[in-house]
């Protein structure tokens, strides 16, 4: 028989191995809307995020593209979340994954001649992949065109190709 200091002893190891107190697991859209209100309140833009359930019940493995003044970067946050609490640790890489793929392109094009001039990639909802318009310029006589490029990353690999078949005039300017 238990004395009743030792049920009022008892009562928070019960509650505790009985999971309460601990929260509902949330959505991947809680984490979501989570993740980016936590960056957002930090002043920065969130242009993309990709949200995976982890290993783990309540983990989640979150890849964020996030835009802060003039520093784009591809951020990766282990996020442990329920209802009652949230918690994450993120790796980030700079400049974001979509700038290092062009700068990727603006080394391949230059040993061909070519300049990168500019470029309008973006996510393109489909896993992790992305892509967009390049505008570049042949050195040599200045004419200039869109190339339609694709990229897709898995982790912190990537890798973008542009279809020369895609290739449309731009008029210089």
């Not at 949330?26 to 957002?40: H, W, Y």
């Not at 700068?103 to 500019?118: A, N, V």
Request: aromatic share 6%; glycine share 8%.
């Amino acid at each position: 028989m238990l004395s009743i200091k030792s049920i009022a002893a008892a009562a928070p190891i019960a509650l505790l191995l009985a999971g309460c107190g601990m929260g509902e697991p949330v959505s991947i859209e809680e984490v979501e809307a989570k993740m980016t209100e936590d960056f957002s309140e930090d002043g920065a833009e969130v242009t993309w995020i990709s949200v995976e359930e982890g290993e783990e019940e309540n983990d989640y493995n979150v890849w964020i593209d996030v835009v802060d003044g003039e520093e784009t970067s591809t951020k990766n946050c282990d996020v442990s979340m329920t209802s009652m609490s949230s918690s994450y640790s993120c790796q980030t890489m700079t400049p974001s994954v979509i700038d290092q793929a062009a700068e990727l392109l603006r080394g391949t094009y230059t040993e061909r001649g070519i300049d990168l001039l500019d470029h309008e990639f973006e996510r393109t909802g489909e896993d992790m992949a992305f892509g967009g318009d390049a505008t570049i310029q042949n050195t040599a006589n200045g004419a200039r065109a869109l190339i339609a490029c694709a990229g897709e990353q898995e982790g912190t690999q990537f890798n973008i190709n542009c279809d020369d078949s895609t290739l449309r005039p731009v008029p210089a300017g």
